[in-house]
């Protein structure tokens, strides 16, 4: 079964102490705790997420058929939308549960 990927927020406590092999990666903030980078990072907003792997619903997978026939409307309106809008590409910001149906089932 085709499986996607779920963002979770990390979270410990009320606050983020848990940063993934964070050691190795930045090795000149070894000198600080866990709690003083966590208050580091809650202070300056920054947030960590994990990957997780979802299944897809049949329901879902089932409409295929319908995103095959969106991608190739999406493709040919192209010109239009950029004549509109200055740009060839879409927005993900306006456009994100299409592209996440898209990449969901696999386009």
């Known amino acids: ?9 990390v979270y410990s406590q009320g606050y983020m102490n848990y940063v ?3 050691q190795e990666t930045f090795p000149e903030l070894k000198n ?6 966590a208050d580091r990072f809650k202070s300056l907003g ?10 897809i619903p049949i329901l879902i997978r089932l409409t295929m058929p319908f995103a095959f026939v ?3 409307i999406m493709v040919l309106f192209m010109p239009l939308h950029y004549l509109i809008t200055g740009r060839w590409h879409y927005c ?3 456009n ?3 592209f996440n149906w898209l990449s969901a ?3």
């Open 70 to 72: 969106t991608v190739v």
């Open 105 to 107: 089932i696999g386009l």
């Open 32 to 37: 600080l705790t866990r709690e003083e980078l």
């Open 20 to 22: 993934p092999n964070f």
């Open 92 to 94: 993900l910001k306006d």
């Open 1 to 9: 079964m085709k499986k996607f990927t779920e963002l979770k927020r």
């Open 96 to 98: 994100c549960k299409l």
């Open 46 to 55: 920054v947030e960590f997420y994990t990957a997780e792997k979802k299944p």
